[in-house]
Each structure stands twice: as structure tokens, then as C-alpha cells.
């Protein structure tokens, strides 16, 4: 059972396009962080959210945190090759204990 | 300093031998974490350190024997796997309790042990 839900698994799209991934949850998060990961290699930290109803931008990306924690988004514009790879969504339950969504797989064509 | 290091970065293993992998970081983080990846899969827990005791062990089998020597180094000592135990395995470390910098604990990720079990 995954406890994080992530939408869409796959994601191919075109240069200059807009996308959104979606993290999901029926528990309430301590915090929740987006990771990046390319292959053969370990996830790389984007971003971390703690506050219900956060918004954080990074460049191109947009993160948010819904309101009960229980849910996030990463909206990217205007996505370039280089934005290609694994997305992670990771929630802690508390300071110790973080679990991974199901990951979304994204492909940005030249 | 700002990395976990792991090694080695490939290992290919027969079912009857015994080896280890090993993780070290020197961020003075006190939390410290083994995670498997199957492809196309995201990391699942295994286990978790806090302050060199093993703090949470997610039902792994005892093929799997993590170490702590110090607050600086695990290891993962391997012995009798299967050739469904191939996969990269992670280390991370964080700190313990509190919050960091961004407002929350964060995972500081090595960059993965590839494992191949023959």
C-alpha cells in the first residue's frame, strides 16, 4: 500500500510546455518534501513545505502545500529538457520516519 | 561538507557470499537511513539510526544487517541474498528532532550502491 499517491506516473512533453504533479495522502504531514532524481544516481532535495497552504517557488517550479497537509503540488513552466527525470514527493510522519510517493516520470522533448 | 558518500558504487554479489556496503557523511547529522529502489520505483525505508541505535527496522529480512560504528558511518552487511535483492540501495542522513535551516528535517541522500545479486 502506498501510503503517497503521485499523479501522473508518466509525463512526456514537449520544450516550453506547463505540467503539474500531484502528491496525495490521507495522513497529515509533519512536512513534505520534492526530491529530483536523476538515474543512477540518489534523489536530490528541490524543495521542503511545512506550513499548511505554503507556496514556494524555485526558478520555474511552484510548490504548494494544501491546506491539511495532507496533499502537494509542483507546477513547472515553461519546462526544458534539463527538467527531465524521477519527481519524488517525500512525507515525514515525524522527524524520523519519511516515506516516498509513487513518482512521477518525466521526459521534456527538445 | 554537505555529502553522503557511499560505496562502492556497483557490487555484484553471488547468493552464497557475504559483503557490505558502507555510507559515511560528515554533516554531524544524527539520523541516519538505508533505503531500497527497485527501477522505476521509489525508495522504500528499510531501516533508521538515531544516535547509533537502530530506531526503526521496517520488517527487512535478517539477509539485511545494518551497523552503526559511529555517528559518522553504517553499513549494510549482506549475506544469503536472492537475485530479487538487485537493486540500488541509499543512504541518507538528517538531522535528529527539530528543525534545520529550510523549517523542517530534510534527507541529505548518497548517490546509491548498485547491487546485483547472481
Known amino acids: 500500500t502506498q501510503l503517497l499517491e503521485q499523479s501522473p506516473q508518466f509525463l512526456s512533453i514537449q520544450e516550453g510546455e506547463n505540467l503539474t504533479v500531484y502528491c496525495n495522502s490521507s495522513?497529515?504531514?509533519?512536512?513534505l518534501q520534492w526530491y529530483r532524481q536523476e538515474p543512477g544516481e540518489g534523489p536530490v532535495l528541490l524543495v521542503t513545505v511545512v506550513t499548511g497552504g505554503e507556496v514556494k517557488k524555485l526558478k520555474r517550479l511552484t510548490f504548494q502545500f494544501g491546506d491539511a497537509r495532507k496533499d502537494s503540488s509542483l507546477h513547472i513552466t515553461a519546462a526544458q529538457p534539463g527538467d527531465t527525470g524521477l519527481y519524488l514527493c517525500?512525507?515525514?510522519?515525524?522527524?524520523?520516519?519519511?516515506?516516498f510517493g509513487s513518482g512521477t516520470k518525466l521526459n521534456v522533448k527538445p | 561538507d554537505t555529502e553522503v558518500t557511499q560505496t562502492p558504487k556497483h557490487l555484484v554479489m553471488g547468493m552464497t557470499n557475504k559483503k557490505s556496503l558502507k555510507c559515511e557523511q560528515h554533516?554531524?547529522?544524527?539520523?541516519m537511513y538505508w533505503y531500497k529502489q527497485k527501477a522505476k520505483k521509489p525508495p522504500e525505508l528499510m531501516f533508521v539510526y538515531s544516535y547509533e541505535k537502530l530506531s526503526i527496522n521496517e520488517s527487512v529480512p535478517s539477509r539485511f544487517s545494518p551497523e552503526c560504528p559511529n555517528s559518522s558511518l553504517l553499513n549494510l552487511h549482506l549475506h544469503a541474498l536472492q537475485p530479487e535483492d538487485s537493486a540500488l540501495y541509499l543512504c541518507?542522513?538528517?538531522?535528529?528532532?527539530?528543525?534545520?535551516?529550510?523549517?523542517?528535517?530534510?534527507?541529505?541522500f548518497g548517490a546509491g550502491s548498485r547491487l546485483t545479486v547472481l
Open positions: 495522513s497529515v504531514f509533519s512536512s
Open positions: 541518507a542522513s538528517s538531522r535528529l528532532g527539530g528543525r534545520g535551516p529550510s523549517g523542517a528535517n530534510v534527507l541529505t
Open positions: 554533516m554531524g547529522h544524527r539520523a
Open positions: 517525500a512525507g515525514g510522519y515525524n522527524f524520523n520516519k519519511f516515506y
